[in-house]
């Protein structure tokens, strides 16, 4: 029945789930998912958590004990979310335990109001990792600039993290140095290196979004011969990216320390344009040592007609930049296209995350109990 996604994590790509509900945990259905579908990894943002805390499914009498000590919405948030990421990961223990800690991850954000924030996204980095206590778990702070440093510290204090929001090549750069310097930090404080792992999260659906509807606006035949094509282009050119830095002398030199490479992790995977193939950003990315994590409808898509056919990245760099370069000869900027789409996702996880804090507060009223 699974053939497509055993073969795709044959290939050495990691499949990861970009869904996390109380239900999903209690109902048995992410043990399922683990057992039935080599699912060997759980991404959560604010967006799935709103959605998931809203219906309100299992989570009534959390709330209603959180009502009842008067705590406030923040503080409800975080316990209720750090709740579903410690019982998940002790779901995937057994597959941290079975891959020597390279999956059997969980990830959860920093609050995504502090994007902009360096020292506030390390401290609240610090909170998340101690609150949840397992480990692993993976914090998830954004690539935006005040971001890179904080993964460096984050990282330089042995805690591990999945970089979010990747867009562009010259950010995406940028991130595995921040690695690299935080493991070199964590080398220098005397830490085990080989306990602290990292995933950057390269976006990649919403690339064609955005460049689509430009392409579109252009309406020539040159133009709209390029549509799907940019997304999968960039994140290619990502893989090569990575192949590079981490062939390098100063990750040579972390590596013989005990340190492990930052795995690529293609995020955004849902098609949104209903006339390319659902399963377009899983088989046209495939290399190994590589995370794909996928709404669950992608992955019973893969699951049901995936056309895994083995490495469709490596070689592929010359057409890639090709694509890419016909793109900007129309006239569309990728710098601009990459930065609308990093403003565009931090806005959105912030207008979820407020959307949460709005949910949940009315929710903390309901179940309030009655004075005396």
Known sequence: MTDALKRLSEEGVAIWLDDLS??????????????????VGVTTNPTIFQKAISSGDGYQQQVSDLAARKVTVEEAIRMITTADVRDAADILRPVFDATDGQ????????????????????????????????PNTLIKIPATRAGLP????????????????????????????????????AKERGLDLSLIRSVASFFVSRVDTEIDKRLNDLGTDEALALKGKAAV???????????????????QALESAGARKQRPLWASTGVKDPSYKDTLYVDDLVAPNTVNTMPEATLLAVEDHGGITG???TGTYEQARADLD??????????????????EGVEKFEASWNDLLKSTQAELERLAPSEG
Do not use: C
């Open 311 to 313: 490495d469709t990245i």
């Open 233 to 251: 282009a960039n994140a290619r050119l990502a893989y090569q990216a990575y192949e590079e830095v981490f062939s390098s002398g100063r990750w």
């Open 103 to 134: 999956d059997g991850r969980v990830s959860i954000e920093v609050d995504p109001r502090l994007a902009h924030h360096t020292v506030a996204t390390v401290a609240e980095a610090k909170q998340l990792a101690w609150l949840v206590d397992r």
């Open 22 to 39: 109380r239900k999903r945990i209690t109902s048995g259905n992410l043990a399922e998912l683990i057992d039935q579908q080599h699912v």
């Open 326 to 343: 016909a793109v900007e000869a129309l006239g569309i900027s990728y710098d601009d296209v990459v930065q609308v789409l990093e403003d």
């Open 150 to 185: 904080a993964i460096t510290e984050v990282i330089g204090l042995g805690i591990s993290v999945n970089v979010t929001l990747i867009f562009s090549l010259e950010r995406y750069r940028a991130v595995m140095d921040a690695y690299l310097a935080g493991l070199e930090k």
